[in-house]
Structure formats: structure tokens, C-alpha cells
């Protein structure tokens, strides 16, 4: 089977609720199975070592589970318009791939949510991007004949899934519906691109 590694930073569980619909839509294709993952917390005090397994949700996510992969789906809360410093401490650690190549050529798409609409959605899924660009990376957008993405008046980009937390952490079904056609979009490319 092919694998789609959603990797995710989420501190009040909106984040993690994209990656649930998005793992929804890839595993909406036969033949690709979601593997969702966490990071953990960096400390701005100190450098602590996480447990190996956090208390709750998702395992953590390990190289191998990147070099592995067959597409990938990377998200993150908005803070000041950039990705959580978690999910950069990660990305950082990913030099070794980028020198054996193991992420080039597989497709990659990005999601997030942020507090208001103005948030800076569009430059943290933008953020999000250039590491993914750096590894060679194939990045999926959603398509601009994608009602949900024209009807939304909470998240959603053509960069990738957004939502907007605001009071009310539920995801809407235009978010719920741009999360599933990026975890499909995902699935669907992954296969194609497999060697036969």
C-alpha cells in the first residue's frame, strides 16, 4: 500500500482535526493508507527530550517515517504569519534526507488554522512550502474548480486547507471538504507517481 505521512504541530486540537479529514480523504482512495504523526513541543527555556510516545494522539514522527512515505501532508497552527517553532525544530532536522534525496519527487501540500481571518494563513502555508520545495518536493494545491474553496467565508486557500478558530474550534464542511480534497489530490498523485 501507498503511504501518505501527515505530519502535524497542533497545541488546541485544530490542527489535528484538519489532519483527521485530510487522512479521511486519503484513505478515500484504494490502495493509500494515512499515517498520521505529531512533533513534539520544543521548550523556549530549555532543550528538553520528549518522551518517545506522547500522553495523547499521534505518535511522533521519525525520519524513517519521511524517507519511507510516498507523499507527504505537513500543518501547522499560524503564528505571526510562520509555522510553530515544533514543526521548524523538525523540518530542521531533516538535513540528512535532503542530501540522500529521499524526499524528491514525491508529492507534498500543507494546512493550517489560526485564530482570525487575517491570521497570516497564507504566508505560514507559504512557510511551510520551502523546505518541501528544498527536498525536491512535488507541492499539490487545491484546484480552483473546487466549490468548497469558492463558497468558504472561513478557511481555505488555493495554497492549501486553512481554518479560522476564531471562538469556535469545529472545522466547518467547506474546511472539512478542502482538508478531504487535499488528502485525495494527495492519495491519487502518489499512486500515479509510484514505480509500476
Known amino acids: 500500500m501507498a503511504k501518505i505521512l501527515i505530519v502535524y ?18 484513505e478515500s482512495v484504494a490502495g493509500v493508507e494515512a499515517v498520521l504523526r505529531t512533533v513534539p513541543e520544543v521548550s523556549a527555556v530549555c532543550e528538553k527530550i520528549a518522551d518517545s510516545i506522547p500522553d495523547v494522539g499521534a505518535p511522533y514522527a521519525t525520519l524513517q517515517d519521511l524517507e519511507t512515505c510516498d ?5 501547522s497552527p499560524t503564528h505571526f504569519g510562520n509555522m510553530a517553532a515544533s514543526l521548524k525544530h523538525f523540518l530542521d532536522g531533516t538535513t540528512a534526507l535532503w542530501f540522500s534525496g529521499a524526499l524528491s519527487g514525491k ?21 511551510m512550502m520551502l523546505p518541501l520545495m528544498h527536498h525536491g518536493m512535488l507541492l499539490m ?6 466549490m468548497a474553496l469558492r463558497e468558504t467565508v472561513s478557511g481555505g486557500t488555493p495554497y492549501g486547507p486553512s481554518h479560522v478558530a476564531d471562538t469556535d474550534a469545529e472545522l466547518t464542511e467547506h474546511e472539512k471538504r478542502l482538508c478531504w480534497v487535499l ?13 509500476q
Open 9 to 26: 504541530y497542533s497545541r488546541d486540537g485544530s490542527t489535528m482535526r484538519m489532519a483527521q479529514q485530510i487522512g479521511r480523504g486519503v
Open 107 to 127: 508529492p507534498a501540500g500543507v494546512f493550517t488554522s489560526s485564530g482570525s481571518i487575517h491570521g497570516g494563513q497564507e504566508t505560514t502555508l507559504l512557510s
Open 71 to 75: 507523499g507527504l501532508a505537513l500543518g
Open 183 to 195: 488528502g485525495e489530490r494527495l492519495a491519487k498523485t502518489a499512486l500515479a507517481l509510484r514505480p
Open 141 to 146: 494545491s487545491l484546484p480552483c474548480n473546487e
